[in-house]
Each structure stands twice: as structure tokens, then as C-alpha cells.
């Protein structure tokens, strides 16, 4: 079983910095892309970075400029830099991982999360 652990939240002033890590527990490569998604109360999951296996990136209209989403394939890690930081980041950051296939479909597994709080 897959298993996707992430680490690195916490609590920063607004205008701070935090650096997210999601360390799978098999070889990155095996994944067709790789995002970050966050929740806030009350609110929908949603989705802030992505990253194929080729090391394309993508970003949400409302992280775009601020957050940056990379790849480490030697320690299976996938990390998410997020500077100007504002108060609307505070949520639960989720790393996903997807692999997809003609024989099994599409996959998706979910670390546990990591709780981001931007408060001064």
C-alpha cells in the first residue's frame, strides 16, 4: 500500500514562508502526476499544484507567483514552497499522488495532511 507522508506546516506571521514535504514510500516515477491540494473549515477541498513525472507544473490562479511546486526523484519526495503568505492559505495541505493505467484505472492516494496557519 502506498503511503504519502507530509510534513512542514505550522504557524507563520503573514507575508512568511513555510516549505511542505510529501515523502512517498515507493519511487515517484511510478506516478503520473503528483499534487498539493488544501482544505479550509467550511470549505471544499481544492486543488493548489501539480507535477507530472516529467516535471511539468501547474498552479491555482490563487497561488500562481507565490507557491512552487518540485520534485526530488532520489529521496521520492515531492515539496511545495509557499512564500507571501496570506491569511486565505490557512488550511489542511493534502499531497496526492495519482498513477493511471489502461489495465487498473486510475488511482489516487492521500497522505494525512498537514495543517498550515498564517496568522500574526
Known amino acids: 500500500q502506498v503511503q504519502l507522508v507530509e510534513s512542514g506546516g505550522g504557524l507563520v506571521q503573514p507575508g512568511g514562508s513555510l516549505r511542505l514535504s510529501c515523502e512517498a514510500s515507493e519511487s515517484i516515477f511510478s506516478f503520473n502526476i503528483m499534487n498539493w491540494y488544501r482544505q479550509a473549515p467550511g470549505k471544499e477541498r481544492e486543488l493548489v499544484a501539480t507535477i507530472t513525472s516529467t516535471g511539468v507544473a501547474n498552479y491555482a490562479d490563487s497561488v500562481k507567483g507565490r507557491f512552487t511546486i518540485s520534485r526530488d526523484n532520489a529521496k521520492n519526495t515531492v515539496y511545495l514552497q509557499m512564500n507571501s503568505l496570506k491569511p486565505e492559505d490557512t488550511a489542511v495541505y493534502y499531497c496526492?499522488?495519482?498513477?493511471?493505467?489502461?489495465?487498473?484505472?486510475?488511482?489516487?492516494?492521500w497522505g494525512q495532511g498537514t495543517q498550515v496557519t498564517v496568522s500574526s
Open positions: 496526492n499522488a495519482r498513477r493511471s493505467s489502461a489495465i487498473s484505472g486510475t488511482r489516487n492516494y
